[in-house]
């Protein structure tokens, strides 16, 4: 039997992205195919919190089991930032100008170490779930690839030598952050 679960966004690439993750058991729907077009406020101090707003929003409309993720790039030398804000970086949600901040704002530095995390949390009957994910890598110092979304630009993971958006979608997802999210996610499950 295909269990549905709603994921808490409006981006058609992230909503794909999970669907190729978790596979034909499983039907992912999305904030716009249940009409929900309300913006969700993420004003949490962490992407934990973040993460629940989502969720929590969603099962309270829709009573469905619903998955918020909050995701986002960390950098060392930028004492973390983007960070919870990855998004909203240098204005909203247009990651041209986020990644150029970035790239502005590591001019000269030796030190290009970053990750990328997902926190995803369950909502369903029985209370909430999280399960995280990680990946490391260096930040580039120009733009490179044209697939993928946000920050995969400038991203190359440990053990590669092209970024996210060199690789293809099939690449990008056995080695994601929301891949290792959604794996924990898969075993809790069982």
């Known amino acids: 039997m295909m269990k ?3 994921v808490a966004t409006h981006n058609q690439h992230k909503k794909e992205e999970i669907q190729q993750i ?3 058991g499983f039907k992912v729907t999305s904030l716009t195919d249940y009409g ?10 962490t992407f934990h919190e973040n ?3 989502k969720a929590e929003y969603c099962f309270r409309k829709t009573g469905k089991p619903s998955l918020g993720d909050d995701s986002g790039l960390v950098v060392e ?10 998004a909203r970086y240098a204005g909203n949600h247009d990651f041209g100008k986020n990644i150029a901040k970035v790239l502005e704002e590591m001019k000269g530095e030796e030190n290009r170490k970053a990750y990328f995390v997902t926190v995803m949390c369950l909502v ?9 994910g990680r990946v490391y890598g260096n930040l580039t110092e120009n733009r490179r690839g044209e697939k993928g979304f946000g920050y995969d630009p400038i ?13 293809s979608a099939e690449e990008k997802n056995k080695i994601s952050h929301r891949k290792y999210a959604l794996e924990k ?6």
């Open 4 to 6: 549905e679960i709603l």
């Open 22 to 24: 978790l596979g034909d």
């Open 36 to 45: 929900l077009l309300d913006e969700i406020i993420e004003d949490g101090a």
């Open 51 to 53: 993460a629940l707003i």
């Open 77 to 86: 030398t930028l004492d973390g930032r983007p960070g919870i804000i990855s």
């Open 124 to 132: 369903d009957e029985n209370g909430e779930h999280y399960f995280e």
């Open 155 to 167: 991203f190359i993971p440990d053990g590669f030598e092209i970024t996210f958006a060199e690789m």
């Open 185 to 190: 996610f898969l075993k809790f499950l069982g």
